[in-house]
Structures are given as structure tokens and as C-alpha cells.
């Protein structure tokens, strides 16, 4: 396993994935509305002035203007910047721990696409279908042509298995408590599986396990602080692609030091 951390590959890796995680946030805000992802060009949401070039720059306008518009003083949104730092991450750390580069297409549309349906799920509590199987399909696609790439053509079934497993368990789940996940949360954990089967079987449940547990924190918290109750859901969407990702970022070093799945 190749972990050791490149700047010839990490540093291209960021800046596409601050271009790539810009781009997300333009669909995770336009999409859910049904509006165009081209037109208008980018815009403040509060006065409508169209931004000018150094205003749509990455992480760095949102430094320079302190994340308010030049124009009217209104607040952008912390969750542009998130997003565009959480993609960049998830390039730079799939970029210096995958084993072959031939991947790394391949996990950076998987993690893009799961941020950019994480923060629609937050905000609106839904998965659409549209960005789900674009995710799914792109991915698959590229894992692919890492298989075609390394040869490892094993690794192309481990991630069909792992996929239709997961699928098949949340559908499982989802047919005997309807109202404990959506039928969204079946199909994006299809699209996880794929993600973390590419990197061997045993991934798989480790992922899984990452998103149940991640879940469980703020479900905890709510108990505790007696605000649950039968309307308080928490979207499990977001969980369950941070455990796909970390799983798929750690996954394999975690199996090889401990033995365990
Ligand atoms: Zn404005």
C-alpha cells in the first residue's frame, strides 16, 4: 500500500477538488431547486449582482470578502466553504493513499459526489435520485478503468458484491421499518459499497460500521438532551457516506494493523 504522502500528486489533487467542491455547492444549492446549473453565472442570493472573477475564486474569496457579499453585506453561507475544504481533503488524502493512481479518478467523483449529497440531505432531508445515480454510474465507470488500469479485475467484483450487499441489507431494513431510513438512504449506501468494495470485501462492513457509529453520535446527543422525539430525525445520509469515505480512506490500514473484519 502506497501511503506515503506525494506533493506531485497531492498538490493537482487539491486544487481540483477546491475547483471540483466550488462546483458542488453550485449543485448542492440549484439542483434540489430544479434550476440551471450554468444560468445565471454565480450570484449573490440576496441582491442578485453577478460576481466578478476574483469574487468566484475557491476558499480565497470567501477569506477576502469574510464571507459577505461586496455589494450588499449579506452572509455567505460557512457551507460553501466547507465543502470546497472537505473535497480538497478528500483529493489530497485519496491522492497519498490509494495503492495505484489509476484509481484515484474513481474515489475523487465517488467522495465529490457523496459530500455534495450530504449537504443536500442536511439541508432538505432528501437524497435526489438524479445526483445518486450520476454519483453511482461515474463511479462505477472509473472503478472500472482502475481495474482496466492495475488489472486487478477482482477488485471490479468485490465492488459489484459490496454494492449489491449493501443494497440488499438496506433494502432488507427498509422493507421492516419503513420509517427508520428513507428509500434515498438505499440507494446512496449502493453507491458506498461500490466505493469501499473496490478496496477489497472486507472494507465493506468496516464502512458501514463507520456510518452507524458516526450516526449514532448525534442521535445520542439529542437522546440525551431530551429533544428526541418522533419528529427529531437526523438524515442518515451524511453518515453513512463519512463512512465510506474515511472506511475507503482508512479502511485498509485499519484491516491490515488489527486483524479485525
Ligand atoms: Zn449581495
Redesign the pocket.
Known amino acids: 500500500m502506497n501511503t506515503h504522502f506525494e506533493l506531485v500528486a497531492a498538490l493537482p489533487a487539491g486544487i481540483a477538488g477546491l475547483a471540483i467542491g466550488s462546483f458542488g455547492t453550485v449543485v448542492a444549492d440549484r439542483l434540489p431547486r430544479g434550476e440551471s446549473l450554468s444560468r445565471p453565472g454565480s450570484h449573490?442570493?440576496?441582491?442578485?449582482?453577478a460576481l466578478r472573477a476574483w469574487e468566484n475564486v475557491p476558499v480565497l474569496s470567501y477569506l477576502l470578502l469574510r464571507g459577505r457579499?461586496?455589494?450588499?453585506?449579506?452572509r455567505i453561507s460557512p457551507r460553501v466553504l466547507l465543502m470546497e475544504l472537505l473535497t480538497a481533503a478528500c483529493f489530497v488524502g485519496f491522492s497519498g493513499r490509494l495503492a495505484s493512481y489509476w484509481a484515484l479518478p474513481a474515489y475523487c467523483v465517488l467522495s465529490a459526489g457523496l459530500i455534495v449529497l450530504s449537504a443536500i440531505d442536511f439541508r432538505l432531508r432528501r437524497l435526489p435520485t438524479a445526483i445518486v445515480y450520476w454519483t453511482g454510474a461515474l463511479g462505477a465507470a472509473l472503478l472500472l478503468v482502475a481495474s482496466a488500469g492495475t488489472g486487478d479485475w477482482g477488485a471490479l467484483v468485490s465492488a459489484g458484491i459490496g454494492g449489491a450487499a449493501c443494497f440488499a441489507v438496506f433494502l432488507a431494513i427498509f422493507m421492516a421499518v419503513p420509517r427508520g431510513i428513507g428509500f434515498g438512504d438505499v440507494r446512496l449506501v449502493a453507491v458506498c459499497g461500490l466505493m469501499l468494495g473496490w478496496l477489497g470485501l472486507r472494507v465493506v462492513p468496516l464502512g458501514l460500521l463507520l456510518g452507524f457509529v458516526l450516526a449514532s453520535v448525534p442521535a445520542l446527543a439529542l437522546v440525551a438532551l431530551r429533544k428526541a422525539n418522533r419528529k427529531s430525525q437526523i438524515p442518515f445520509g451524511p453518515y453513512l457516506a463519512a463512512g465510506a469515505i474515511v472506511g475507503s480512506l482508512f479502511g485498509p490500514a485499519i484491516i491490515h494493523a488489527t486483524g479485525l473484519f
Do not use: M, N
Request: charged letters at 15%; proline letters at 0%.
Open positions: 449573490c442570493d440576496s441582491c442578485g449582482r457579499c461586496s455589494s450588499c453585506g449579506a
